[in-house]
């Protein structure tokens, strides 16, 4: 599996292909015509010299520059990495907090967000600057990668894979951990002037904002958490238990709209391939090839259906056709999410290993996973795989534990959410009592994406709330969150008509 905590780079590159190139065209005209074009108007800022225009480099709206942190920062003096940072100033009257943008993965990279960020967050950048960083060993910023340190290898192989990766790249590995990233964004900041912060974390984001606020809370001036999870909350361990539900979540709403019950059955479908592996196991125990294979299968159904709204309502037609004719009967483009992109093997992140190693959420106790669910051979493999590397790769502790803050903070969670769902954050007022959960109906992983209405647009009141929410600085209103998730109902993608008989 390639899986980055919740979904990683993989399901975040599909979020992009899904989107139709005239919709990313336009998002970005209109933030460069944002940006240029009100810029006149509002006296400029002063900024560090060494930050210049982004376009003629990543091409992305607003300046960027390259900073240089410690590596090891209980040894300022030592070797230095680069965390690179794009900024882009607010277009109207400028407030004194920026907003922070803090990408997924571990390992996703803010460059290809922030086109969807510009319009976004439009509301936000009118008095907002908006700050995006490229967390440290990620792309940008000193990346380092290994092949062969993925799942589905021998023992021995993987041990072989790690020790051949480390005799190149040294144990620098070690220091690339979600506590040392959030160190770096308070360096970030302090560099750029800036006393007070907000937060805007998606995914593995809400890990790293929450850990931030756990060292530097007195930094926060508000934060925006979309689908993540506490830091001592087992996501992987829990997520055979929390795909199931997405799953049969799906699988009811197929069966109370009549015309998906009436072509579809994506539960007994489900329970007919996945019975077909248990055949082969069963004719062969020993083969570990076919373990693979079921886990493989769950994982790709958990990332690349029941992670978005606008695949999950494609799941009953194509299990429809796994079960009965099989992979290549399948439209080509959804066949190539069961093959491996290449032929070349996998590079893996070291940051991404480091963490998964490190932090909380990360474990994976294999006597806990839910064994009623037909999820769980993807997280079996998971424990498997960490068993194997974790005692070998070189990591700093990671990071876990309660925070406990009276800054504002909003939770946006999806109820289809496969691996983050609001049940994750539920114990969050307990120590965090300026914090409203919202659970957002019919939404699965990233709330604000424009997953819905057929993968064109976000709800407007989502956008215009967590505008509302920056802006004030104040605790969430429940009841304006109330009347915006009453109406989110005709924003779910519906089922695809079955083909004609």
Not at 109 to 119: F, L, R, T, V
Not at 207 to 221: K, P
Not at 374 to 380: C, E, Q, S, T
Not at 441 to 458: D, M
Request: charged letters at 15%; hydrophobic letters at 40%.
């Amino acid at each position: 599996m390639a899986r980055g905590r919740r979904y990683g780079e993989l399901a975040r590159r599909r979020a992009y292909r899904h989107r139709t190139a005239g919709l990313v065209a336009v998002v970005v005209f209109l933030a460069v015509g944002l940006v240029s074009g009100c810029s006149t108007q509002v006296t400029p800022r002063k900024f560090p010299a060494a930050f210049v225009p982004c376009a003629g480099v990543t091409g992305t709206p607003g300046l960027c520059q390259s900073i240089q942190v410690p590596l090891d920062w209980s040894n300022p003096s030592g070797p230095a990495s680069a965390v690179w940072v794009t900024l882009v100033p607010a277009t109207g009257s400028p407030a004194p907090d920026p907003m922070f943008y803090i990408s997924g993965g571990p390992g996703a990279s803010p460059e290809q967000d922030i086109p969807w960020a510009m319009g976004a967050f439009k509301l936000i950048n009118e008095h907002h600057d908006l700050v995006f960083i490229y967390q440290r060993g990620t792309f940008r910023s000193d990346p380092e990668s290994c092949p062969g340190l993925t799942e589905g290898l021998a023992t021995a192989a993987l041990r072989a894979n790690v020790q051949t990766c480390l005799s190149e790249v040294g144990t620098n590995a070690r220091y690339f951990t979600t506590a040392e990233a959030a160190r770096d964004i308070d360096y970030v900041r302090a560099q750029l002037g800036y006393q007070k912060i907000d937060l805007y974390g998606v995914s593995y984001g809400v890990t790293l904002g929450l850990a931030y606020i756990q060292r530097y809370g007195s930094h926060v001036r508000s934060a925006v958490f979309d689908s993540g999870s506490l830091l001592d909350t087992p996501v992987w361990q829990e997520a055979p238990l929390h795909a199931q539900q997405a799953f049969d979540l799906l699988a009811h709403r197929c069966q109370s709209t009549p015309a998906c019950a009436k072509s579809y059955n994506p539960a007994a479908d489900l329970a007919t391939i996945l019975a077909r592996v248990k055949a082969q196991l069963k004719a062969d125990p020993t083969s570990a090839s076919a373990k693979e294979a079921a886990a493989a299968f769950l994982d790709i159904i958990d990332d690349s259906y029941l992670a978005e709204s606008t695949t999950s309502v494609l799941l009953p037609a194509d299990l429809h056709v796994l079960a009965r004719s099989g992979l290549s009967a399948l439209p080509a483009n959804r066949r190539s999410w069961f093959s491996s992109p290449s032929s070349s093997p996998q590079q893996t992140l070291l940051m991404q290993l480091s963490i998964e190693c490190g932090d909380a959420w990360a474990a994976i106790n294999p006597k806990a996973i839910d064994t009623n669910s037909l999820f769980a051979p993807m997280m079996v493999s998971r424990s498997a795989f960490e068993d194997t590397l974790c005692p070998l790769w070189p990591h700093n502790p990671g990071v876990s534990g309660t925070v406990r803050t009276s800054d504002p903070i909003l939770f946006l969670n999806g109820t289809a959410d496969p691996t983050d769902p609001p049940a994750n954050v539920a114990a969050a007022r307990a120590t965090m009592p300026n914090a409203l959960l919202i659970s957002v109906p019919g939404s699965a992983h990233w709330v604000l994406n424009p997953s819905w209405n057929g993968g064109t647009q976000t709800p407007p009141c989502l956008l215009t709330n967590v505008a509302k929410f920056i802006d004030s600085g104040q605790p969430a209103s429940p009841s304006s969150w109330a009347a915006c998730t009453a109406t989110l109902t005709k924003y779910v993608p519906a089922f695809p008509a079955a083909p004609e008989p």
